[in-house]
């Protein structure tokens, strides 16, 4: 097996969209995202002979507990065998420690990988060294919606009260609105800034938020809900190969009883469908669904009502390098306890 970078974006793109499998975190716009906002990233490329069977993007994370190494969503592969699986995350871990070594100051490797939760696919990483992180970095437990079904079925198939909820808000009268220019981006960030302040997580900021919707070239919308001329409700969806993922939302307390966000997730569905997308992942969703004090009950309440189906994938692995690494890992298991997920 062989291991090369891969410059080109299409050669790159082709290959993840056309795996069963993907997120746009292992995009080559994603990539660009993280090298615009000052992160080294390598584009690496597993063939045997000379066939690319899977890509791993590297990206090399600047952290204040110690820098790492991360592959977000992936490696992606070809063949879904638990054999080749292995064979492709053995040479990626020697490419990994040959890259660490090279950038001198990693204190320890993590991947967030694609596959199911399941026990076959953990012991390949425990085959190689891998324990689980002490928290997650993307999601895992996603919600998803599949597109291929008719409008009028993927009405009927939402609960009740969320149908009721998106005729509601169209009665009403919210309007809903996308684009991608500076002041779309500018009335999002507004909206997401006062959203993070009251649920009390900590914000991307609004430097991180455009260069996501640049690095995309219009594949990265900005949703609004607008209520008697005033802005309401936010999201942004990324549209990557067969899906489209909502990324990011936000919400004002203000306007709570107006189901503005209920409207906004049939227009961006509607908008995924009518482009040809496969699949709408509504991202993270709480594990453990039937916990009424998670703080994001409320949350997957409202994804679950729009139906489809969960998928779990497995938790992030880690390779630590450095004794540095444990102390990052009790400040990361303290910070995962507080948020109470």
């Known amino acids: 097996m062989q291991v090369r970078e891969i410059k080109d974006k299409n050669t790159w793109d082709g290959f993840i969209t056309a795996q069963k499998e993907h997120t746009f975190l292992h995009s080559a716009a994603w990539g660009e995202l993280n090298r ?3 992160d ?37 592969f070809k063949e879904q065998g638990t054999r080749n699986k292995g064979k492709v995350l053995k040479e990626l871990t020697k490419k990994l420690l040959e890259l660490a070594k090279q950038e001198e100051d990693i204190v320890f490797v993590r991947i967030s990988p694609l596959l199911e939760d399941l026990e076959e696919n953990k012991k390949i990483f425990e085959e190689v060294g891998y324990r689980d992180a002490p928290i997650y970095m993307h ?31 169209e009665k009403d009268g919210v309007e809903i609105i996308s ?53 309401i409700s936010g999201a942004i969806v990324v549209h990557y190969g067969t899906g489209a993922f909502y990324h990011h939302g936000a919400s004002s307390q203000e306007y709570i009883k107006i189901p503005a966000a209920y409207l906004l997730q049939w227009r961006a569905i509607l908008d995924a469908k009518i482009g040809g997308r ?17 703080p994001w009950h409320g949350l997957t309440f409202f994804k679950k009502g729009f139906g489809g189906y969960r998928t779990d994938y497995l938790h992030a692995q880690d390779m630590p390098l450095s004794k540095k690494y ?5 400040i990361e298991k303290i910070r995962l306890l507080k948020r109470g997920v």
């Open 36 to 38: 615009a906002m000052g």
């Open 139 to 169: 999601a895992e437990t996603t919600w998803q919606l599949d597109l291929t079904k008719s409008e009028e079925e993927l009405m009927m198939g939402m609960r009740k009260n969320t149908r009721n909820l998106v005729r509601r808000a």
């Open 326 to 330: 444990w102390l990052n890992y009790l």
């Open 179 to 231: 684009g991608t220019d500076e002041k779309f981006i500018k009335d999002f960030f507004n909206l997401y800034k006062e959203t993070a302040g009251k649920h009390g997580f900590t914000p991307f900021s609004e430097k991180y938020i455009k260069e996501e919707i640049n690095a995309f070239n219009g594949e990265a919308k900005v949703y609004l809900a607008k209520y008697n001329g005033k802005i």
């Open 40 to 76: 080294n990233i390598w584009n690496l490329g597993f063939y045997e002979s000379d066939k690319l069977i899977a890509v791993a993007l590297v990206i090399k994370v600047h952290a204040r507990r110690g820098n790492f190494l991360f592959v977000p969503h992936g490696p992606i």
């Open 278 to 294: 496969m699949l709408y992942n509504f991202w993270g969703i709480a594990k453990n669904e039937e916990n009424k004090k998670h």
